[in-house]
């Protein structure tokens, strides 16, 4: 039986190898997941975020791997059980020369701007702290937008506090930060938005299995040393357990 998974390219969540191939925290996942409930051949489809959904719900392909859940999202595909719990953060150039750590902070500063990637909450997040939408640049892929920030063009590009802590390691943080939001809060606990596969909603068999296999798999110790991998700890991985639940 094959399942095709559309990833996009997302350090430490999913990007492709020299070589080809796929790889990454989602990706593992995925993989570790489909196997154990019988799937045989696995292709992964590269793509770009703003054609995951779309392309799911067409039929293009079988699932997506994890994104933030929202209720427009719920509208078009269904998801997964959450794997996964991350906040928001912002890179920046080193020093942070403009001080931002926040939505807030950003729209608060006279000449700040800020880059997304198309179709991601982190639009709407922007906007709804007094963004306006001639300081937000809109860019495709991610490697874009981190060149962004490198130039100058842009002051911070805002995706999950995980993601930018991976890549600033990775370039290196003589040249760049990750700036971690704080999150939401309600009756004194943190709300961390979730992430979680996508299925077409026609495509019920695949979910059920999924979630039934997630359910057993997620938060066991084969599953947490996987994702350490690539970054992700108890911080990331326990508040999706405990919101599936």
Excluded: C
């Excluded at 067409?58 to 994890?66: H, L, T």
Aim: hydrophobic share 40%.
């Amino acid at each position: 039986m094959k399942v095709t998974i559309a990833y996009i390219e997302e350090p430490p969540f999913g990007w492709t190898e020299a070589n080809g191939t796929a790889t990454g925290a989602d990706i593992e996942l995925a993989d570790a997941v489909l196997r154990a409930i019988g799937i045989t051949w696995i292709e992964h489809r590269l793509t770009t975020f703003s054609e995951l959904l779309p392309g799911v719900e067409a039929g293009r392909w079988d699932m997506n791997v994890p994104l933030f859940v929202t209720p427009e999202r719920s509208n078009m595909v269904a998801f997964s059980v959450p794997v996964w719990g991350i906040g928001d953060g912002f890179l920046v150039r080193s020093g942070n020369p403009k001080a931002l750590d926040s939505y807030l902070s950003l729209s608060k500063h006279p000449d700040a701007r800020i880059g997304i990637i198309a179709g991601q909450v982190q639009h709407d997040s922007a906007r709804a702290a007094g963004v306006s939408e001639d300081r937000i640049t809109v860019f495709e892929q991610q490697a874009d937008a981190i060149a962004a920030v490198l130039s100058g063009v842009i002051d911070a590009y805002a995706s999950t506090a995980l993601g930018n802590r991976i890549v600033a390691k990775q370039i290196g943080n003589s040249m760049l930060e990750a700036v971690e939001h704080e999150p939401e809060t309600s009756d004194e606990r943190p709300m961390l938005p979730f992430g979680a596969f996508s299925f077409n909603k026609r495509n019920s068999d695949l979910l059920d299995a999924v979630n039934v296999q997630l359910g057993s798999y997620l938060g066991s110790p084969d599953h947490r040393a996987r994702m350490a991998r690539y970054g992700l700890t108890q911080k990331e991985i326990d508040p999706a357990l405990t919101a599936s639940r």
